[in-house]
């Protein structure tokens, strides 16, 4: 079975830090572009961090710039995303995806299932 299964949300206080996995079966991670999005109840999913299928090439969105880290395991299988210095307002659910011909786009051919992350005191 293809799939896409993130770990690691949960609560934190501001100024914490977490580190999200997402793990691949099926597939090799390293054959695709893979990125991180996150998305608030009523809001448009958006854009976090975004890894080349080369590892060359990484992206952030600004408000994350300084403070989160992409990062690829290939013995493993499974992308990474630090995120430190949290703030309430990355809060949200995170998603990993991974595509094959696009790079940090929300079309993907496979996203995971989403990993509830709360920054509160």
């Known amino acids: 079975q293809l799939q896409l299964v993130e770990s690691g949300g949960g609560l934190v206080q501001p100024g914490g830090s977490l580190r999200l996995s997402c793990a691949a079966s099926g597939f090799t991670l390293d054959s695709y572009n893979i990125g991180w999005f996150r998305q608030a109840p009523g809001k448009e999913r958006e854009g976090v961090s975004c890894?080349?299928?080369?590892?060359?090439?990484?992206d952030y969105r600004e408000s994350v710039k300084a403070r989160f880290t992409i990062s690829r395991d290939n013995a493993k299988n499974t992308v990474y995303l630090q995120m430190n210095s949290l703030k309430p307002e990355d809060t949200d659910i995170y998603y990993c995806?991974?595509?094959?011909?696009?790079?940090?786009?929300?079309?993907?051919?496979?996203w995971g299932q989403g990993t509830q992350v709360t920054v509160s005191s």
């Open positions: 995806a991974a595509a094959r011909n696009r790079y940090c786009s929300t079309t993907n051919d496979y």
């Open positions: 890894l080349s299928s080369n590892g060359r090439t990484t």
